[in-house]
């Protein structure tokens, strides 16, 4: 279990201290038959905050449940930064969405980088790999469509040394395109595509090193310098995902039939004779 897992646990039992408190403050009244579709509604000095990673010391960021549905264990939390912190790659079972309310929260997936303000937005899907960068004072609020849990997709967070940066260097210097520094590729799901808008059919897992090696080499042979706009309305032929992380991916890559290829909404190559290589695989 990991250490935000062993935070959470202990938090949830504050919340459900928290939501007795709520009752008499303001909150759900006694003897709500049905607990799932009560109000509740905390004030901040009653909010209860725990460690979030408790490896990290005092700086380390703060974390508070202050909601969990008890039918679909769907979770609302806070987390408050007093120090800059640094999340590393990591993925989530449940959808994640996070909005910011003070400071700086930078989130960075899919070979992007993004700093994110006061009132500002994100949502990262399950399973996709991302990291997360919290300035000092930034706080953010967040809702999960299940039970909240992290899983590490490489090293997790571990204290610094005296002088030691917490910074991590810019996505473009430490990562390629296509695989993060220390987060190796594990499979790749070759799916043929569906009609725009629809989700891809299930597709083949390929699990061969050998097959990940040569997928990932037929793409970046023909990866372009920068990327364009993705194109629209187009039929995609093939979808790719990159599975990395024990569980999550960092990449939903689509290809079409001329061997143009992008993922994050832009076009990023060319590679002639991927469609063909993909085709083969599949058995088509």
């Known amino acids: 279990m990991s250490t935000l897992k062993l935070s959470i646990v202990a938090a949830a039992i504050l919340a459900a201290a928290a939501f007795a408190l709520a009752q008499t403050a303001g909150g759900p009244p006694q003897g709500c038959p049905d607990p799932s579709k009560c109000p509740v509604s905390l004030r901040a000095e009653d909010i209860k905050w725990e460690k979030a990673f408790p490896d990290l010391g005092a700086d380390g960021p703060d974390l508070a449940v202050v909601h969990v549905n008890p039918k679909t264990q769907a979770t609302q939390l806070l987390v408050r930064a007093t120090k800059q912190a640094v999340v590393p790659w990591h993925w989530h079972t449940p959808n994640e969405a996070v909005t910011v309310m003070k400071g700086t929260f930078t989130v960075e997936c899919e070979g992007k980088k993004i700093d994110l303000g006061p009132g500002s937005f994100t949502y990262t899907p399950s399973r996709l790999i991302h990291r997360a960068t919290f300035t000092e004072g930034s706080m953010i609020a967040i809702s999960a469509d299940g039970p909240f849990d992290i899983h590490w997709a490489g090293a997790p967070p571990a204290a610094k040394e005296p002088g030691e940066t917490t910074i991590p260097k810019p996505a473009g210097s430490e ?110």
Do not use: C, M, N
Not at 207 to 213: E, F, I
Not at 227 to 252: D, E, M, N
């Open 175 to 284: 990562q390629d395109l296509l695989e993060i520094q220390g987060v190796p590729i594990e499979a790749v799901e070759v799916a043929p595509a569906g009609r725009p808008g629809e989700a891809a059919a299930p597709g083949q897992k390929v699990t061969d090193p050998a097959g990940v090696k040569r997928i990932l080499g037929a793409l970046k042979s023909g990866q372009a310098a920068q990327g364009a706009a993705a194109p629209s309305g187009t039929q995609f032929r093939w979808v790719l995902t990159l599975h990395a992380g024990k569980g999550g991916y960092t990449h939903q890559v689509w290809v079409l039939e001329s061997g143009e290829w992008g993922f994050g909404g832009e076009t990023r190559g060319r590679s002639a004779d991927l469609p063909g290589f993909l085709g083969d695989l599949a058995g088509k």
